[in-house]
């Protein structure tokens, strides 16, 4: 990511700390580092409710959470300032601001007053509603937001599911109850008296026992002894199988699956429309960028053009991205080259040695073209020279 220039400090110390906060909480290690500090409070906050299970000592558990509160209260700050109004819009931002404001009157309420049990409990749920702050990394982890994207998106197909699901579930509970929970030869053995009672002795309770089909869970404790004392009953529990552990749940999957793939191609299309602003964004500032190092204005740069303005941009340097743009090796780029081969590195999330790769292929196509018809050229004279007489 490319940073502007920080404003001089002397037109203005809160322009600078604007800039400066902006740079700070864009930068890609800063989200990094606060992932990896949410990661670790989690990770405390499991360890500490289990040690609470086990009645061991937590005192370690308040310093480690004043130094979280720390980071967080500073990243706070941080995104406060860089974004100042605008934060107010970042649905994160808030929530953390929340969890931030309540952990200080935790810190504080803590120690004016005793806890009871009640308010121990209390704080301590309060306490484990910081986990959801987890989910922020998932947009840090492309893979991830997609699956979670898919998902949230597939929520209108799952409901329906759902419905459809209990809808079956609900028929074939009915039935189990004119089948099996009224049958008196069930009702009479032993074994299958048991599984009556414990499966099947009301419609909520064979409704549940029912979504066991769904996901195969065990379910041939339940159908075997009842079918050999009913052989009938294996009608029933095929059709339920069939038609909720096979059909259905295939027909779920399949739905879900072409959901996630529209979803991709949106995921596409979207970053097909970001990827033209941002080019129509960086192109003014590629060009002006080339003008610069263009001292001669001549259309070209050289190299000793590119090192006269050497400077980092983390391990590139403009010497390195001369070589890069100068495929041909030789020795110069024009504009074309320059603007072409800097939005190749900067949108496309390829390296650059296939760029390279398919610049040589295209220079290599466009060579081969020319020596074709130079040797039609040439084929035609010798031709031509051949046939005139002597």
């Known amino acids: 990511?490319?940073?502007?220039?920080?404003?001089?400090?002397?037109?203005?110390?809160?322009?600078?700390?604007?800039?400066?906060?902006?740079?700070?909480?864009?930068?890609?290690?800063?989200?990094?580092?606060?992932?990896?500090?949410?990661?670790?409070?989690?990770?405390?906050?499991?360890?500490?409710?289990?040690?609470?299970?086990?009645?061991?000592?937590?005192?370690?558990?308040?310093?480690?959470?004043?130094?979280f509160l720390f980071i967080y209260t500073i990243e706070c700050i941080?995104?406060?300032?860089?974004?100042?109004?605008?934060?107010?819009?970042?649905?994160?931002?808030?929530?953390?601001?929340?969890?931030?404001?309540?952990a200080y009157v935790e810190q504080i309420y803590a120690l004016a007053y005793d806890f009871s049990d009640q308010q121990v409990m209390v704080l301590r749920a309060m306490r484990l509603i910081r986990l959801v702050r987890t989910f922020r990394m998932i947009k840090q982890i492309r893979s991830i937001w997609r699956l979670v994207y898919?998902?949230?998106?597939?929520?209108?197909?799952?409901?329906?599911?759902?419905?459809?699901?209990?809808?079956?579930?609900?028929?074939?509970?009915?039935?189990?109850?004119?089948?099996?929970?009224?049958?008196?030869?069930?009702?009479?053995?032993?074994?299958?008296?048991?599984?009556?009672?414990?499966?099947?002795?009301?419609?909520g309770v064979t409704m549940i026992t029912l979504t066991q089909f769904a996901t195969l869970d065990s379910i041939a404790d339940i159908y075997l002894p009842l079918t050999k004392q009913q052989p009938y009953l294996a009608i029933y529990f095929f059709l339920l199988m069939a038609i909720v552990s096979i059909s259905l749940m295939n027909l779920v999957t399949a739905v879900i699956v072409e959901g996630a793939l529209e979803h991709a191609r949106q995921d596409r299309e979207e970053e097909q429309k970001l990827a033209l602003v941002t080019t129509k964004q960086m192109l003014p500032e590629i060009v002006s960028l080339f003008d610069m190092v263009d001292a001669d204005a001549s259309g070209e740069i050289i190299l000793e053009e590119m090192r006269e303005h050497e400077y980092g941009y983390g391990k590139l340097?403009?010497?390195?991205?001369?070589?890069?743009?100068?495929?041909?090796?030789?020795?110069?780029?024009?504009?074309?080259?320059?603007?072409?081969?800097?939005?190749?590195?900067?949108?496309?999330?390829?390296?650059?040695?296939?760029?390279?790769?398919?610049?040589?292929?295209?220079?290599?196509?466009?060579?081969?073209?020319?020596?074709?018809?130079?040797?039609?050229?040439?084929?035609?004279?010798?031709?031509?020279?051949?046939?005139?007489?002597?």
């Open 150 to 203: 898919g998902l949230v998106n597939s929520c209108q197909t799952m409901i329906s599911t759902y419905a459809l699901l209990f809808l079956v579930l609900y028929v074939f509970g009915v039935l189990a109850l004119e089948l099996i929970s009224n049958d008196e030869i069930l009702q009479n053995n032993e074994e299958t008296r048991e599984i009556l009672s414990d499966n099947f002795s009301s419609l």
């Open 78 to 102: 941080l995104r406060a300032i860089a974004e100042r109004w605008g934060a107010l819009r970042d649905g994160w931002f808030i929530f953390d601001v929340i969890l931030v404001i309540s």
């Open 317 to 390: 340097f403009y010497g390195e991205l001369f070589e890069i743009l100068d495929v041909d090796n030789s020795g110069k780029v024009n504009r074309e080259e320059f603007v072409e081969g800097l939005l190749n590195i900067f949108l496309r999330e390829v390296p650059v040695s296939a760029l390279q790769m398919i610049k040589m292929l295209r220079l290599l196509r466009e060579t081969m073209s020319k020596v074709q018809v130079d040797m039609e050229v040439m084929k035609q004279a010798v031709g031509a020279a051949l046939l005139t007489p002597r």
């Open 1 to 67: 990511m490319t940073f502007k220039a920080l404003p001089p400090i002397e037109k203005g110390f809160w322009p600078f700390l604007t800039a400066l906060c902006k740079r700070v909480t864009k930068n890609y290690w800063f989200e990094c580092i606060i992932s990896l500090v949410i990661v670790a409070n989690s990770a405390m906050l499991g360890v500490e409710s289990q040690m609470s299970m086990e009645n061991q000592n937590l005192d370690w558990a308040g310093q480690a959470e004043a130094c």
